[in-house]
């Protein structure tokens, strides 16, 4: 028998579809720090969104043209994108009180909001509930994303807290973001169904535009500025999503979110360059031990499906 029969390949298409949605999904924070300089989040959401809406809009117009297109998603994608209008405008609003970096990081407790949820809606997740790894990996990613927290230099300033309270609240919605996605598209093509949520997330983007934002300030951006518009839209929300849906078909939800869990260090590699941020030792350390736990989560959660 050959020795190598049963040694896996690596799946190249997966792997390069991890590796961009990392490289694109580290870009996006740097993008909307910069645009913050321009214009307000809510009409950099809506502007970023629209690039993101219209890249996939082609091909949600050929798939009902060639009648391959689900009718129900008109349906299903509603409570979806109610959560990532919210989520989004969480996200980008948070970009414009601290560092990104120290914002990506934050987020990242996600994780426990999505065990959370599933717990409630996902009866096959429920066992969780007896995993002492996953408790492991929860009890991590508390004191991480605490001690990230109070190591905060400027922890005190009004503007910080704002900016802490809003990247936990990113986080929650996008739990939230994650399982209605999960519950709603269980059986529709991925392309479709975030074309439609792309749809419905510019129309209420634009809502909050014009209620909260400035949108006539982006009249004054120059054509640089609009080159990151459009280029942070089509990568990071566009592409990035997709990516990130097809690595997941392809090998599984585990090593794709290992994978975007190295996130916070790629953007502070980034932003370290292009704005100077940085993290202290203990944050860092601490960060390390949020991102522990998060990984133990993540590992407990597949060891749970692969066993049952």
């Given at each position: 028998?050959?020795?190598?029969?049963?040694?896996?390949?690596?799946?190249?298409?997966?792997?390069?579809?991890?590796?961009?949605?990392?490289?694109?999904?580290?870009?996006?924070?740097?993008?909307i720090t910069y645009l913050a300089d321009y214009v307000d989040s809510w009409t950099q959401n809506l502007l970023r969104y629209s690039a993101?809406?219209?890249?996939?809009?082609?091909?949600?117009?050929?798939?009902?043209?060639?009648?391959?297109?689900?009718?129900?998603?008109?349906?299903?994608?509603?409570?979806?994108?109610?959560?990532?209008?919210?989520?989004?405008?969480?996200?980008?609003?948070?970009?414009?009180?601290?560092?990104?970096?120290?914002?990506?990081?934050?987020?990242?407790?996600?994780?426990?909001?999505?065990?959370?949820?599933?717990?409630?809606?996902?009866?096959?997740?429920?066992?969780?509930?007896?995993?002492?790894?996953?408790?492991?990996?929860?009890?991590?990613?508390?004191?991480?994303?605490?001690?990230?927290?109070?190591?905060?230099?400027?922890?005190?300033?009004?503007?910080?807290?704002?900016?802490?309270?809003?990247?936990?609240?990113?986080?929650?919605?996008?739990?939230?973001?994650?399982v209605s996605v999960k519950i709603a598209f269980r059986d529709i093509d991925s392309r479709s169904g975030f074309s439609v949520i792309s749809?419905?997330?510019?129309?209420?983007?634009?809502?909050?535009?014009?209620?909260?934002?400035?949108?006539?300030?982006?009249?004054?951006?120059?054509?640089?500025?609009?080159?990151?518009?459009?280029?942070?839209?089509?990568?990071?929300?566009?592409?990035?999503?997709?990516?990130?849906?097809?690595?997941?078909?392809?090998?599984?939800?585990?090593?794709?979110?290992?994978?975007?869990?190295?996130?916070?260090?790629?953007?502070?590699?980034?932003?370290?360059?292009?704005?100077?941020?940085?993290?202290?030792?203990?944050?860092?350390v601490f960060g390390v031990f949020l991102l522990a736990g998060s990984a133990l989560a993540i590992w407990a959660q597949q060891h749970l499906?692969?066993?049952?």
């Amino acid at each position: 028998m050959n020795g190598h029969a049963n040694i896996r390949k690596i799946d190249l298409s997966a792997t390069f579809a991890c590796v961009g949605v990392l490289f694109f999904w580290s870009l996006g924070p740097i993008f909307i720090t910069y645009l913050a300089d321009y214009v307000d989040s809510w009409t950099q959401n809506l502007l970023r969104y629209s690039a993101a809406c219209l890249f996939w809009l082609p091909f949600l117009l050929l798939s009902i043209k060639r009648k391959q297109f689900d009718a129900r998603i008109w349906r299903k994608a509603i409570v979806p994108a109610a959560a990532n209008v919210a989520m989004q405008s969480l996200w980008a609003g948070a970009f414009y009180y601290i560092g990104p970096a120290f914002m990506v990081l934050l987020t990242k407790t996600s994780v426990i909001w999505i065990a959370g949820f599933s717990f409630a809606f996902f009866a096959d997740e429920r066992p969780l509930v007896k995993s002492k790894r996953f408790w492991l990996g929860l009890l991590l990613s508390v004191i991480g994303v605490a001690g990230v927290m109070y190591y905060k230099e400027d922890l005190a300033a009004t503007r910080t807290i704002t900016g802490i309270v809003i990247a936990l609240a990113t986080a929650f919605m996008w739990g939230v973001y994650t399982v209605s996605v999960k519950i709603a598209f269980r059986d529709i093509d991925s392309r479709s169904g975030f074309s439609v949520i792309s749809i419905y997330t510019v129309a209420g983007l634009c809502v909050l535009a014009l209620l909260f934002g400035r949108p006539q300030d982006c009249v004054a951006m120059g054509r640089w500025q609009w080159a990151c518009v459009v280029i942070s839209g089509v990568t990071a929300i566009a592409l990035g999503h997709v990516l990130y849906y097809a690595a997941i078909k392809r090998i599984g939800a585990t090593i794709p979110a290992l994978v975007i869990l190295s996130q916070p260090f790629t953007v502070l590699a980034i932003s370290n360059v292009v704005f100077g941020e940085s993290l202290n030792v203990f944050q860092l350390v601490f960060g390390v031990f949020l991102l522990a736990g998060s990984a133990l989560a993540i590992w407990a959660q597949q060891h749970l499906r692969r066993s049952s």
